[in-house]
Nanobody
C-alpha cells in the first residue's frame, strides 16, 4: 500500500511559478508510475502529467506542455510538479496518484492510490 501526501500549493499571481511535491510512504515507490491530476471548481478531475517508474519517460496534457515539468526522486520517495507561467485556468486542486502499471496512462481508474490534494489558486 502507498500513502501519498501533497504539498506546495498556494496563491500565486498569473505568470508566477509553484512547485508541488508529493511524498510517498512505503518501500515500493519505484514500482509505481506516478501522475498528477487536477480538479477545478465545478469540473471533472483531469489528467495533468505522468512519469514512469524510473523517471525516464514523461507525458503531459497539451495545455501544460512547455510550462509544467514532472520529476521524481526514487531515493526520497517523492514526485514533483514544477509549474511555470501559471494562468488563472490552472486554478484547481492538484492530486498526485500512483499507478502500478508499466505504461503511462491518463485515465483515473488506472491509478490505485491518491493523495488528498493541494489547492493551487492563480490570480489574474
Amino acid at each position: 500500500q502507498v500513502q501519498l501526501v501533497e504539498s506546495g500549493g498556494g496563491l500565486v499571481q498569473a505568470g508566477g511559478s509553484l512547485r508541488l511535491s508529493c511524498a510517498a510512504s512505503g518501500r515500493t515507490f519505484s514500482s509505481y508510475a506516478m501522475g498528477w491530476f487536477r480538479q477545478a471548481p465545478g469540473k471533472e478531475r483531469q489528467f495533468v502529467a505522468a512519469i514512469s517508474r524510473s523517471g525516464g519517460s514523461t507525458f503531459y496534457t497539451e495545455s501544460v506542455k512547455g510550462r509544467f515539468t514532472i520529476s521524481r526522486d526514487n531515493a526520497k520517495n517523492t514526485v514533483s510538479l514544477q509549474m511555470n507561467s501559471l494562468t488563472p485556468e490552472d486554478t484547481a486542486v492538484y492530486y498526485c496518484a500512483a499507478n502500478a502499471g508499466s505504461v503511462l496512462v491518463t485515465i483515473e481508474s488506472y491509478y490505485r492510490y491518491w493523495g488528498q490534494g493541494t489547492q493551487v489558486t492563480v490570480s489574474s
